[in-house]
């Protein structure tokens, strides 16, 4: 098993990232197989694959670079 922390900086930017509910999370856990859970701003993601687990985490943290320059992310 796989695992791997992210911090995100700003917790507005990381609930919008999240999603309502953290259903942006379900949806890229869903179609990755990747287990994702929050506490705060940040997000442990765990998986089977370590090629699963960068491709998450790199999902994540690029999906947070947008946020950060002002896009919506939905």
Same mark, same amino acid.
């Given at each position: $098993?796989?695992? *791997? ?21 379900? $949806? ?6 990747? *287990? #994702?859970?929050? *506490?705060?701003?940040?997000? $442990?993601?765990?998986?089977? %694959? ?15 670079? #947008?946020?950060? %320059?002002? #896009?919506?992310?939905?």
């Amino acid at each position: $098993m796989f695992k *791997r922390k992210l911090e995100f900086d700003d917790s507005a930017l990381a609930s919008e990232l999240f999603g309502p509910q953290s259903a942006n999370l379900a $949806m890229l856990a869903e179609k990755s197989g990747v *287990r #994702i859970e929050t *506490r705060g701003s940040a997000a $442990m993601l765990s998986a089977d %694959s370590e090629a699963d687990l960068d491709i998450a985490a790199n999902v994540l943290s690029q999906l947070y670079g #947008i946020a950060q %320059s002002g #896009i919506a992310v939905y």
